[in-house]
Every structure is written in structure tokens, then in C-alpha cells.
């Protein structure tokens, strides 16, 4: 087995069960303990893994609880966020009855959708009337408005969308973990997005390769619920859980 290969498989086993020791490693791949340190430390240093005494385990998840504007956030992996807008246009089609997310790469969509004839329900006062100048149509969903996202949230907003049943739904996320699945750190904001989910027929959560192994305070969705598009995921026990759209 090539050097890289076996590295691989040692990555994605320790993803896996969280951890594992050289004497496990060992065996697993019929090679000598020196030789799986030196595997061990390269993966380390490439930043793929924590080297303990012993062994290695994942890398710590990320707690996150502050969320930027969405100025902050346009400036934040737009090429990456673009190709994930561009891929989830292309899977509306016009019979479609689509709930549109809040959020820096759900608005991106917008560009690539220009007649569509799909009709659109969205909790973004921004979304909405981009959607309208494109010529869609569309819906705006009733409730509190959070200034720093332009996003209509609060129980208000979620009973108004449980009256409606979605083709798709396409959803933003400030985290990606398999444990804690797809996560947001605003109580009203994760209200609305379970919701979408479980109104919607088929669930997209759009989120760059910055998001996985972050965990916000709120979990609106397990991994297991929803196909997530995304630039790149090098999480195999993410990928063993649920749908996986690379688009890079």
C-alpha cells in the first residue's frame, strides 16, 4: 500500500470512531508502530489530525455562537459559496414549490434564477425582493425581523410556514457536525429552519468547507435529514450519514 493511501485510510478510520491507537493502527494496515507514528505526525502537522500519546483522536469541534452580518459574511469564501449557489439553481425546476433560506449564499442563488417559473417562499426581505426584480414569484413569510441578517424569524414566522408544504428547501447553516448535525446559534432563527425541514419534501443545506466541525447552540436538523451541497467535506463519517453534493 502507497504512503498516501495508507494515510488516508488511517485518517479516515480515526474520523470514524474518534480515535485509535498505534497498536490499532498497527494491525489494521499490517505495518510496523515506528511507521504509523511517522503517519501519525504527518497527519498532524498537515493539520488532519490531534497526535496524543498512543494514538491520535479527531480534531476538537469548534463551538461558535456569534454570527457576523451578512456584509462580513459576503466577504467571507464567496467563491466557494457561489459554485454551491449555482449548483442548488440548477435544481429547481419550474413546478417547484421552493422555500428559500436567509443567508449570504442562498441569496447568490438568486443570480441563477432569472424566469424561473417556480414559485418561491423565503424568510429574506432581501431574497424576496431580489427574487421579485428577477421575475419570480414569490412569497414573504411574516414575523420578527433580525436586523443584522435581514431574516424574518420568531414562532410567529414558523407558524406561518407550517401551512405550507415545499418541494425543496434550501437552507443555510453556521455549523456541520455528525453528532450534533446542522446547527445555528439563534433560538428563533433554528425554529424556522426545523420547519423548512420538516415541511420540505427535499432539504438542501448549503454550507462551505468552513462549517464542518463547527457546532452553534441550536441543532435545527440531524445530517441524516437533509443533503448538505458544499465546496469539499473530508469528514468520511459525515459522508457515511447522509447525501454529500461536492461541487468543487
Same mark, same amino acid.
Given at each position: 500500500m502507497l504512503t498516501q493511501e495508507r494515510r488516508q485510510k488511517i485518517l479516515d478510520l480515526v474520523l470514524h470512531k474518534g480515535s485509535a491507537s498505534v497498536t490499532e493502527l498497527s494491525r489494521e494496515f499490517d505495518t510496523s508502530e515506528s511507521t504509523i507514528r511517522r503517519d501519525l505526525v504527518a497527519l498532524s502537522n498537515l493539520g488532519k489530525l490531534n497526535k496524543v500519546h498512543g494514538g #491520535?483522536? *479527531?480534531? @476538537?469541534?469548534?463551538f461558535v455562537n456569534n454570527e457576523d452580518n451578512n456584509e462580513e459574511k459576503f466577504l467571507k469564501n464567496i467563491d466557494e459559496k457561489?459554485?454551491?449557489? =449555482?449548483? !442548488?439553481?440548477? =435544481?429547481?425546476? +419550474?413546478d417547484d414549490f421552493v422555500f428559500? +433560506?436567509?443567508? /449570504?449564499?442562498?441569496y447568490l442563488?438568486? +443570480?441563477?434564477? &432569472?424566469?424561473?417559473?417556480?414559485?418561491? %417562499? /423565503?424568510?429574506?426581505? @432581501?431574497?424576496?425582493?431580489?427574487?421579485? =426584480? $428577477?421575475? !419570480?414569484? $414569490?412569497?414573504? %413569510?411574516?414575523? &420578527? *425581523?433580525?436586523a443584522t441578517t435581514d431574516a424574518i424569524i420568531g414562532l410567529a414566522a414558523a407558524k406561518n410556514l407550517q401551512k405550507y408544504n415545499f418541494s425543496k428547501a434550501f437552507i443555510g447553516t453556521n455549523g456541520v457536525s455528525e453528532k450534533q448535525g446542522c446547527t445555528t446559534p439563534d433560538t428563533d432563527e433554528a425554529m424556522l429552519k426545523a420547519v423548512a425541514v420538516e415541511k420540505s419534501f427535499v432539504t438542501y443545506v448549503l454550507a462551505d468547507g468552513s462549517k464542518f466541525g463547527k457546532v452553534s447552540a441550536v441543532t435545527f436538523a440531524p445530517i441524516d435529514a437533509v443533503c448538505i451541497v458544499c465546496d469539499k467535506c473530508d469528514d &468520511? #463519517?459525515?459522508?457515511?450519514?447522509? *447525501?454529500?453534493?461536492?461541487? *468543487?
Amino acid at each position: 500500500m502507497l504512503t498516501q493511501e495508507r494515510r488516508q485510510k488511517i485518517l479516515d478510520l480515526v474520523l470514524h470512531k474518534g480515535s485509535a491507537s498505534v497498536t490499532e493502527l498497527s494491525r489494521e494496515f499490517d505495518t510496523s508502530e515506528s511507521t504509523i507514528r511517522r503517519d501519525l505526525v504527518a497527519l498532524s502537522n498537515l493539520g488532519k489530525l490531534n497526535k496524543v500519546h498512543g494514538g #491520535a483522536t *479527531v480534531l @476538537s469541534q469548534e463551538f461558535v455562537n456569534n454570527e457576523d452580518n451578512n456584509e462580513e459574511k459576503f466577504l467571507k469564501n464567496i467563491d466557494e459559496k457561489t459554485l454551491i449557489a =449555482q449548483y !442548488c439553481a440548477e =435544481q429547481i425546476n +419550474d413546478d417547484d414549490f421552493v422555500f428559500l +433560506d436567509a443567508g /449570504t449564499t442562498t441569496y447568490l442563488m438568486i +443570480d441563477y434564477l &432569472e424566469g424561473s417559473k417556480a414559485t418561491f %417562499v /423565503t424568510n429574506g426581505i @432581501s431574497h424576496g425582493k431580489k427574487l421579485a =426584480q $428577477v421575475g !419570480c414569484k $414569490v412569497f414573504i %413569510v411574516g414575523g &420578527e *425581523v433580525k436586523a443584522t441578517t435581514d431574516a424574518i424569524i420568531g414562532l410567529a414566522a414558523a407558524k406561518n410556514l407550517q401551512k405550507y408544504n415545499f418541494s425543496k428547501a434550501f437552507i443555510g447553516t453556521n455549523g456541520v457536525s455528525e453528532k450534533q448535525g446542522c446547527t445555528t446559534p439563534d433560538t428563533d432563527e433554528a425554529m424556522l429552519k426545523a420547519v423548512a425541514v420538516e415541511k420540505s419534501f427535499v432539504t438542501y443545506v448549503l454550507a462551505d468547507g468552513s462549517k464542518f466541525g463547527k457546532v452553534s447552540a441550536v441543532t435545527f436538523a440531524p445530517i441524516d435529514a437533509v443533503c448538505i451541497v458544499c465546496d469539499k467535506c473530508d469528514d &468520511e #463519517a459525515i459522508k457515511e450519514r447522509t *447525501v454529500i453534493k461536492e461541487v *468543487v
